[in-house]
């Protein structure tokens, strides 16, 4: 097979799994999945099986830094910490609205961490995809960061907001931390894989 076969393949590979990232973001999808305990889950372990056993594994050729992992482990806590504090300071620290039993928190696992290992894996794969075989590499990084800043953007509630004052809140409070969260996730997979991004994200979701 040839060079262009190949990069090709590579594009339409790293472009399903991107579709199938946004699928579940869209309302009727979404809901249709969440109608059925588990499915949800279910559809990001059926990604990641799809990934590790069936596409050909991707990397990007760049020199990794080993200390990156530290760094997503450290953030997380960093991160966990300037929220607990803030919290205590403004006297709004209230008890866990999860199910704290050990058949909640398994099931709580069981319903997020695959939705984060899949979307950071495909992230990934994106990015190497992009990397492998497009000319403008950085701007389609960009891009495919910009889709994964979008699909967890709620345009719902933009939409239906009335008053500009809401409308900042909004932003303030929710659009920007989504951008920084996915643009330091993107830098975590550039030099790092996927592994210190899913380090990160696990830690402050576990918490």
């Known amino acids: 097979m040839s060079k262009s076969s190949t990069e090709?393949?590579?594009?339409?590979y790293a472009s399903l799994l991107l579709?199938?990232?946004?699928?579940?973001?869209?309302?009727?999808?979404k809901g249709r999945l969440n109608s059925v305990p588990l499915l949800m889950s279910a559809y990001w372990c059926v990604i990641i099986g799809i990934i590790f056993f069936i596409l050909?594994?991707?990397?990007?050729?760049?020199?990794?830094d080993k200390y990156l992992v530290g760094y997503g482990f450290s953030g997380g806590i960093i991160f966990i910490a300037l929220q607990f504090v803030t919290a205590v300071m403004m006297k709004k620290l209230a008890a866990s609205p999860y199910d704290t039993s050990l058949f909640g928190i398994m099931m709580n696992i069981i319903t997020i961490f695959p939705q984060i290992l899949a979307r950071e894996m495909v992230r990934q794969y994106s990015f190497a995809g992009a990397y492998k075989t497009l000319r403008y590499k950085r701007v389609a990084i960009v891009a495919i960061t910009v889709i994964f800043c979008l699909i967890e953007i709620n345009f719902g509630k933009i939409a239906s907001t009335k008053e500009l004052?809401?409308?900042?809140?909004?932003?303030?409070?929710?659009?920007?931390?989504?951008?920084?969260?996915?643009?330091?996730?993107?830098?975590?997979v550039f030099y790092g894989g996927v592994l210190p991004g899913i380090v990160y994200l696990c830690i402050i979701q576990l918490f």
């Open 8 to 12: 090709k393949r590579y594009i339409i």
């Open 165 to 188: 004052k809401e409308l900042f809140i909004y932003i303030a409070q929710t659009v920007i931390p989504i951008i920084t969260k996915n643009v330091l996730l993107s830098v975590f």
């Open 19 to 29: 579709i199938c990232v946004v699928m579940p973001s869209l309302p009727y999808i």
């Open 56 to 64: 050909p594994w991707l990397y990007i050729p760049t020199k990794g």
